[in-house]
């Protein structure tokens, strides 16, 4: 399965490569890093199984919400806007392989940087709380697989 976040500011969509993506600001430790100061060290999981992908905030300061609603877990759907604290994605999700990355944008430590102009059963259940805050622009790294 083809799935990948587009930024809705613009910039290069993030793929989504792995079953469990780690998604936050601690470079060391997450999958996907946002380089924003409002974005939680360790901010929510990304599930991607059986062609579907599934969401499940960690506790973050600032929130993700799915279609600006605040959820703890929950579905993602293709064309959902998924954001972690104020940085915002469209879900795209099909049937393939993901796109090939360039090797010219690949760093030392398999570390990829993006600028942005921008499971379980209890992954099935969504809970929905009131909006945090907002972040502006930031860099985006993703480890390679």
């Known amino acids: 399965m083809r799935a990948q976040l587009v930024p809705l500011r613009g910039g290069r969509p993030i793929q989504i490569l792995r079953d469990v993506t780690l998604v936050g600001r601690q470079d060391d430790l997450c999958d996907v890093c946002i380089d924003q100061s409002s974005i939680s060290k360790l901010h929510c999981l990304i599930v991607r199984t059986d062609g579907l992908l599934f969401i499940r905030d960690l506790g973050s300061t600032n929130g993700t919400k799915v279609n600006g609603q605040r959820v703890i877990r929950g579905a993602l759907l293709p064309g959902d806007e998924l954001a972690f604290a104020g940085e915002k994605f469209r879900v795209e999700m099909g049937p393939g392989e993901p796109d090939a990355e360039p090797a010219s944008d690949v760093h030392a430590a398999h570390t990829e940087v993006i600028e942005l102009g921008q499971a379980p059963d209890e992954y099935f259940a969504s809970e929905r709380d009131e909006p945090v805050a907002s972040a502006s622009d930031s ?7």
């Open 139 to 145: 860099d985006v790294r993703m480890l390679d697989e």
